[in-house]
């Protein structure tokens, strides 16, 4: 399956932006769909994980209250709502699925997106 990932863009720190991740070549709702984030110089971390029905969601807790993840099977995409941001969720955010049913810590995902910017100013 194919990923693409867009939405990204600048946005003043307390503003919003949401993600989306596209798939092609398969069936989104056969997954557990990750998002994930790198900052410059940092690791790639955790995001937010949404499982393929849809009901269960995971966060970091650095966004908790603040994204929200959701998905439409039958548009075969997910979306990354993001609120009240702020500049350190300056990153390049990418889209991941896993054959997994759900999120945990270590999980390598199957198939990668290409990334997206999103830059928060202050």
């Known amino acids: 399956v194919q990923l693409q990932a867009s939405g990204g863009g600048l946005v003043q720190a307390g503003g919003s932006l949401r993600l989306s991740c596209a798939a092609s070549?398969?069936?989104?709702?056969?997954?557990?769909i990750v998002w994930f984030r790198q900052a410059p110089g940092k690791e790639r971390e955790f995001v937010a994980a949404?499982?393929?029905?849809?009901?269960?969601?995971d966060y970091a807790e650095s966004v908790e209250g603040r994204f929200a993840i959701s998905r439409d099977n039958a548009k075969n995409t997910v979306f990354l709502q993001m609120n009240n941001l702020i500049p350190e969720d300056t990153a390049i955010y990418f889209c991941?699925?896993?054959?997994?049913?759900?999120?945990?810590?270590?999980?390598?995902?199957?198939?990668w997106g290409q990334g997206t910017q999103v830059t928060v100013s202050s």
């Open positions: 070549g398969g069936t989104l709702s056969n997954y557990l």
């Open positions: 991941a699925a896993s054959g997994a049913t759900y999120m945990y810590v270590g999980l390598i995902p199957d198939f």
């Open positions: 949404i499982r393929r029905s849809g009901i269960g969601t």
